[in-house]
């Protein structure tokens, strides 16, 4: 996918380890939203940037740290993560947020991501 | 507030038959609906959405999806199932009047196409 990259794929980190996610969108968006994705539960909405803004924090632990440095860019920062913490991280853009709330979201291949 | 079900955790359908995956959702006002496929290892892939105007919206890789408003569901629907069609389906809505207008995704329904 060329739309939405993620890096790394993979992450396995102990629980003391200092990590950061990283997601990049060459689709022009001005959204970027950061999504956690573990078996058998609905997907949950973490952080939200719109033009490079945080406008959503869905009572995320302190443990996860986003940055949007630029609208092609969304970083997620991790520390001392607890194991039940293990997802499939996902990032997701869209064409805009307020105003319109009709476009899709699209999303990259994900980070995934074992705490041990 | 707003909600989405998908009543099946897996859908089983033999390959050339038609297949229906289910949706129903709860919001305050009018919705706009989404589905969404996910391949093993991939992130989630956009198939349709129903904005407005005709209730039967066409999508990619011959998906379609039915929006019937009296009985808040938005099926996902296709004539003729291949074994590639064999992955994890989202239904999403979004209030139209809502004012957060973020996306609620139901749990998702595995679909399996055996040959």
């Known amino acids: 996918e060329t739309g939405v990259t993620q890096t790394p794929r993979h992450l396995v980190m102990g629980m003391t380890n200092k990590k950061s996610l990283k997601c990049e969108q060459h689709l022009g968006h001005n959204a970027m939203y950061w999504y956690k994705q573990s078996a058998k539960k609905p997907l949950e909405l973490m952080f939200v940037?719109?033009?490079?803004?945080?406008?959503e924090n869905n009572s995320v632990p302190s443990r996860f740290s986003p940055e949007c440095p630029n609208s092609s860019h969304l970083f997620l920062h991790l520390h001392t993560l607890q194991p039940e913490d293990s997802a499939l991280y996902l990032c997701?853009?869209?064409?805009?947020?307020?105003?319109?709330?009709?476009?899709?979201?699209?999303f990259g291949p994900g980070t995934r991501l074992t705490v041990t | 507030a707003q909600s989405v079900a998908q009543p099946e955790d897996q859908v089983n359908v033999a390959e050339g038959n038609p297949l229906t995956v289910k949706c129903t959702y709860s919001v305050s006002g009018n919705p706009y609906l989404f589905w969404y496929v996910q391949y093993p290892n991939r992130g989630l892939q956009f198939l349709l959405k129903y904005i407005t105007g005709d209730n039967l919206v066409k999508g990619s890789y011959g998906f379609e999806a039915e929006f019937n408003k009296s009985q808040t569901s938005f099926h996902l629907k296709k004539p003729s199932a291949l074994v590639s069609d064999s992955a994890l389906y989202f239904c999403a809505v979004r209030d139209r009047g809502g004012s957060q207008g973020n996306l609620i995704f139901g749990k998702g329904t595995k679909l399996s196409v055996k040959p």
């Open positions: 940037y719109s033009l490079e803004e945080r406008v």
């Open positions: 997701a853009s869209s064409q805009g947020r307020t105003g319109g709330f009709s476009y899709e979201q699209y």
